[in-house]
């Protein structure tokens, strides 16, 4: 009798561990689902949303200038939005294709790049003048005695930044063309200079440290209050053959309600003279208008052609 309840009390036992360890496993498998889904909702909405510049001014100066566009933002979304000044696009890149960086204020190029690299989807770009493209220039000092594009080879070339469509790509690409050479930094010129903005290129120019500014037309009226005679001593050599507007590009892993939020709130601005006027201040924007990843066709054709011979900083 003993031995049939030891046995009876034994088949107890288990049949009870066998049940705490089948609730363990379940709770397990919850709270691992929990925690996916806890990911999975941390990519869709993030506590907070980053936006990165690259100053096309002083750095204090732009940071303080798109605080208002970052509070507009976070109240339209609901979201808090933080405005984060970056040393170049490169910085920008990276800071997305980490997920750091939300939302890139990214010229064409970058934009190209960036979407070739972490697939960075681009919702709107720039309108100025009424246009929704601009072309580069090459700037030179009116004493300097050069006349053509021809009279720049082995000089000194002074770029906003390596990812910049108006200050790199499309000049390089003109010059590949025309001279019939593979690699514009190195068979062309005797030294590029990445300068850290387009006023900083120009003025690198008028220091004497670059022989040629390369820059979306016209940066020099951004320099006019701080270098009066900047109209007087440079002059326009030329210009590259249009380019499409930069961009407001988006990370992938935000969900498509977020990105619809993103989108209606910044084309809201359109209709909020205040916004419009930060816009303006930062990069010069007059408009925001909706933007297709086909518009920019002509970037991506450009950089496939020379792709193997533009250096960009190892991007």
Not at 35 to 57: I, R, T
Not at 68 to 97: C, F, H, T, W
Not at 156 to 177: C, H, Y
Request: charged share 30%; glycine share 6%; hydrophobic share 35%.
């Amino acid at each position: 009798m003993k031995k049939f309840l030891s046995v009876l009390f034994l088949i107890s036992l288990l049949s009870i561990l066998a049940a705490c360890g089948s609730e363990e496993g379940d709770a397990a498998e919850t709270s691992g689902q929990e925690n996916n889904e806890a990911k999975e909702e941390s990519n869709d909405a993030p506590e907070k949303l980053v936006m990165g510049f690259v100053p096309s001014q002083d750095s204090d100066k732009i940071a303080d200038t798109v605080q208002p566009l970052a509070d507009k933002l976070s109240e339209e979304i609901g979201i808090p939005v933080e405005g984060k000044v970056m040393n170049n696009y490169s910085a920008v890149i990276e800071g997305m294709g980490s997920g750091q960086i939300h939302i890139g204020f990214l010229p064409a190029f970058a934009y190209v790049l960036a979407e070739e690299k972490y697939d960075i989807e681009v919702q709107m770009k720039s309108e100025r003048y009424g246009s929704d493209q601009y072309r580069a220039q090459y700037v030179v000092r009116k004493d300097s005695g050069i006349e053509s594009l021809e009279d720049l080879e082995g000089k000194v070339w002074a770029v906003p930044d390596v990812t910049s469509t108006s200050g790199f790509l499309f000049p390089a690409n003109e010059i590949m063309e025309e001279f019939d050479v593979k690699d514009v930094q190195q068979e062309f010129f005797s030294q590029t200079i990445s300068a850290g903005g387009h006023d900083n290129a120009i003025v690198a120019l008028l220091d004497g440290n670059a022989d040629v500014a390369t820059t979306f037309e016209d940066a020099r009226g951004d320099l006019e209050e701080e270098y009066p005679n900047v109209m007087e001593d440079t002059k326009v050599l030329g210009y590259t053959e249009w380019i499409p507007n930069d961009t407001i590009s988006v990370i992938p892993s935000l969900s498509d309600e977020l990105k619809n939020d993103i989108q209606e709130s910044f084309l809201s601005f359109n209709d909020n003279e205040e916004m419009i006027q930060v816009m303006n201040e930062v990069y010069s924007w007059d408009a925001i208008v909706k933007a297709e990843s086909e518009d920019y066709e002509i970037v991506r054709d450009t950089y496939e052609k020379f792709k193997d011979s533009i250096n960009v900083d190892e991007m």
